[in-house]
């Protein structure tokens, strides 16, 4: 039987390149209610997602963003926050992360995990207010290329998981 979560795991790449092609409104609808129903810590929802879609507000993150510049050439992008003054902020809100990520796979729509704190700029430019913190931004778009889907340079299943103790091979 498949298994369409796992065919999204299986096969998403980090994607950098996207077409000059809009994102329909029900393809992010879904993109971001993926981060509102992911699961988190005592179901506090420490998050905030601000959707952008605004050519020249995607422009000026891909400037903020040292690890994201491409960002810019996006059709949207997520940026993601958390209370700051919560401990499970950054879990809950990489989970949500990862939600959107598969997500918008499945739709056909590539992303990236740009940035990882320390993006005050950015909080600022969206106007968040200072109980948050950003913690990513997610460029979304079309890939301009076909990528080779499920093709991943991953370490053999057995060097990274043991059975009941470290150590006890897995397979």
Not at 94 to 122: H, K, P, Y
């Amino acid at each position: 039987m498949a298994n369409p979560v796992f065919e999204a795991v299986r096969t998403v790449l980090a994607v950098r390149e996207y077409r000059d092609r809009e994102i329909p409104d029900d393809v992010l609808d879904r993109i971001v209610e993926a981060a509102h129903l992911t699961a988190s810590a005592a179901n506090r929802q420490p998050w905030h997602f601000v959707l952008v879609r605004e050519r020249e507000t995607l422009r000026e993150l891909g400037g903020l963003l040292r690890t994201g510049p491409y960002t810019a050439e996006a059709a949207a992008a997520i940026v993601v926050a958390y209370e700051r003054d919560g401990r499970t902020g950054v879990s809950d809100a990489s989970r949500a992360i990862q939600s959107m990520i598969l997500t918008a796979w499945a739709e056909g729509v590539g992303s990236n995990w740009t940035g990882f704190g320390g993006l005050e700029d950015v909080r600022e430019r969206v106007g968040l207010p200072g109980k948050y913190d950003v913690l990513a931004v997610l460029p979304l778009g079309y890939p301009v290329r076909a990528l080779g889907r499920g093709r991943k340079k991953r370490k053999p299943l057995g060097e990274v998981v043991s059975r009941e103790r470290y150590g006890t091979p897995y397979s």
